[in-house]
C-alpha cells in the first residue's frame, strides 16, 4: 500500500460514514464543476494535486466548489475576513446530529422538511444550514449577532431559492442566547451551534498563529483548515466554557421548545465544568459524541430535558 493510501484510509477512518468527503479531494472533478478552482490548483511537492492551502481565496474557492458539487449550492460566497469553515467538519457535525435525532438504526432518515433545527451563530457563511438541508431536507433557523452577517447569510439564502427552509433571525442581546430568537410555542428537534473558542481576542491571535506556523511545515492532504474569523466567531470573555456553560443555564427555560441541545466543544478541559451545569440544570439525557477532522479532536456534547421525543408539543 502506497503513503499516498494510508491517508487515504486514515481519512475515511475518521469521518462520519455518511460524510461525502471521507475519500481525498478529487480536484478534475471539482474543477468540472467550478472552472475558477483550476487557477488555484497546481501538484504539490508529493506529487498530488492540492491547493496553497495559505491562500484564503484559494480555500474559498475550493469552499465554493465543494458547495456546488456535493450539495447543489449554485452561490456562497463570504465578506472578507470572515470565518471561512473546513466542509468536511461542518459535514460531520451534521451527520452525527442526525444519528443523534434519528430512530435507532434509520439514521440515514432522519430527514424531511419535518425536523427544524435552531443554528445558534449561523455566522456569515450558513453552512450547517445548507448542507443540513441538501443532505437531510431539514428546515434551519439561524441566528447572530453581525448585521453583515445576516445580510450575507440571508444574500446566499435567497440566491440558492432556501427561502422557504431557511430563515435568518437577529439575535440583538449579547447576552442573550435563545432569548429573542425563540419564539412563543415554537418547536425544535435541536439546536446546533460552533462556539467561539478563545477566550480573548489575544488568544484568538495566537490560535491562529499557530495554524499558520504549522501549516507551513504540514502536509497539505486535508484542507481541514479554518481562515478569518470576526471577533464573536473566534472568542468571547472566558471562552467556550463560559459560553456553553451559560447556554446550559438559559436552556432550561427553553426546555419545552427543544428535544435535543447541542454544541461543538472544541477543548476536552471544557467538558467537566459543562456537565457540572448540566447535573445542576436537571438535564435528564446527556451524550458526548467523539468526532475527528484530520489530526484535530473535538465533540459534540448533547443535553435534553425531555424523558423522550413524545414529550416535544406537536408542531
Known sequence: MTQSHKRNDEQ???????????????FPALIQTN?????YVSTNAYGDLSIDFKDADAVKTLNRSLLKHFYRIAFWDIPPGYLCPPIPGRADYIHYLADLIGAPGKSSHAGGNKVRILDVGTGANCIYP????????WS????????QALRNARSIVEANHLTKAISIRRQASKSQIFSGVVHAGEVFDASICNPPFHASRQAALEGSDRKWKNLKHAKQTTGLLNFGGQGNELWCEGGEERFVRQMIRESVQFSSNCRWFTSLISKKETL???????????????????????????????WSFLVDERDLPVK
Not at 458526548?288 to 484535530?296: A, L, N, R
Open 130 to 137: 445548507l448542507i443540513g438541508h441538501q443532505e437531510y431536507g
Open 272 to 302: 467537566p465544568g459543562c456537565y457540572r451545569e448540566l447535573k445542576t440544570a436537571g438535564a435528564i439525557s446527556v451524550k458526548t459524541i467523539d468526532m475527528s477532522q484530520g489530526q484535530k479532536k473535538s465533540r459534540i456534547l448533547a
Open 140 to 147: 434551519f433557523v439561524g441566528t447572530d449577532l453581525d448585521p
Open 12 to 26: 475515511k477512518d475518521m469521518l462520519h460514514p455518511r460524510n461525502k468527503h471521507r475519500e481525498r479531494y478529487d
Open 35 to 39: 472552472a475558477q478552482l483550476a487557477d
